[in-house]
């Protein structure tokens, strides 16, 4: 199982960045795939998921409005939209997938991990 993380950067305050997640070894199909995210000396929060049918969406309380979910079947990718950046959402960027019709919040629901992208809002 392979979850390649990508898309982050350096922006400033107000602007946007796109990550993507794309799934190999896996029946895409078949996992819910959850985005989480972890700033310096802080634990790892949930962001979003989406189910493996592209429904049963949801977001952290901070990121509604703000980020969206949504999943390519013919790329095998998962992307997150994430508009109106603020500084606090400065992390590493974790893709995750959990054969399940849902995904969860928490990290231990998830079998597999990609490898993280950095994302860096300066204010």
């Known amino acids: 199982v392979q979850l390649q993380a990508s898309g982050g950067g350096l922006v400033q305050t107000g602007e946007s960045l796109s990550l993507s997640c794309a799934a190999s070894?896996?029946?895409?199909?078949?996992?819910?795939i959850g985005w989480f995210r972890q700033a310096p000396g802080k634990e790892r929060e949930f962001v979003s998921a989406i189910g493996w049918s592209g429904g049963s969406i949801h977001y952290a309380t901070s990121m509604k409005g703000r980020f969206t979910i949504s999943r390519d079947y013919a790329k095998r990718t998962v992307y997150l939209q994430m508009n109106n950046l603020k500084a606090e959402d400065t992390a590493i960027y974790y893709c995750a997938a959990m054969r399940s019709v849902a995904g969860g919040d928490r990290p231990d629901q998830y079998d597999n991990w990609g490898q993280g992208t950095q994302v860096t809002v300066s204010s």
């Open positions: 070894g896996i029946t895409f199909d078949d996992y819910a």
